[in-house]
């Protein structure tokens, strides 16, 4: 089984603080994902990556950046973090790319930023 | 915004009965998933069902899926309290696009 894993479940940051959310998946997919849940809106893409130092932004990349220096390990960056930016935060991976295999999920890092 | 809709939000039965959801989406797709989400974690695929195809089968779940219409259903039959959860469609193209859920209780 395809097991992806962010670091925390929970995190409490002050507003301007830089957070780094990490991700790490252990099949050798080539494709990673950050996505951010907020009741209501459904999953939002923030970025994306199908190779190792290759990103793609999103619909919402706004205020937020990634780091993909290892096949295995993606990790999202806000970079001064603001209120509106208090979310679950989701990472995924999959083997293809456009949707033609399974997104496998983490159990998401809930931020809330004060 | 190319994201799809479950209808309905909410769903409360009871233990046993069947639970239909239902998803439409905007854009044209090379296939279809369903995901579950238990509170608090994070998504689970269930089934996947491509664009050439009109109905799939795993265990309890029936997806059927109509292109011309854009629109995808997922029915649950004989439905446990552990199925309890939200449930989301996600349109592929370029990208996975996520409808807004549906939110499933199944009373004991």
């Known amino acids: 089984d395809v097991k992806v894993t962010q670091s925390s479940r929970y995190l409490v940051k002050r507003t301007g603080e830089k957070v780094f959310l990490e991700c790490v998946q252990d099949?050798?997919?080539?494709?990673m994902f950050w996505y951010r849940q907020d009741p209501g809106l459904g999953l939002r893409l923030i970025y994306f990556s199908y190779d190792v130092k290759m990103k793609e932004k999103g619909d919402i990349p706004e205020g937020y950046s990634v780091s993909r220096e290892k096949k295995e390990r993606f990790s999202l960056i806000l970079e001064s973090a603001s209120t509106n930016q208090t979310s679950m935060y989701l990472c995924a991976s999959s083997l293809e790319i456009k949707g033609n295999s399974p997104l496998h999920f983490g159990n998401g890092t809930r931020l809330t930023v004060t | 915004s190319q994201q799809g809709e479950e209808d309905p939000q909410a769903l409360s039965i009871q233990e046993g009965e069947n639970a239909t959801m239902n998803c439409s989406y905007k854009?044209?797709?090379?296939?279809l998933q369903w995901y579950r989400q238990n509170s608090g974690r994070g998504l689970v695929h269930l089934i996947l069902i491509r664009s050439n195809e009109r109905e799939k089968h795993s265990g309890r779940l029936r997806v059927t899926l109509d292109t011309s219409k854009k629109s995808s259903s997922l029915l649950i039959t004989a439905s446990r309290a552990a199925d309890t959860a939200s449930y989301f469609c996600?349109?592929?193209?370029?990208?996975?696009?996520f409808g807004t859920g549906t939110s499933l209780t199944v009373i004991p």
């Open positions: 854009t044209s797709i090379n296939n």
């Open positions: 996600a349109s592929t193209g370029n990208q996975f696009y």
């Open positions: 099949m050798d997919h080539e494709n």
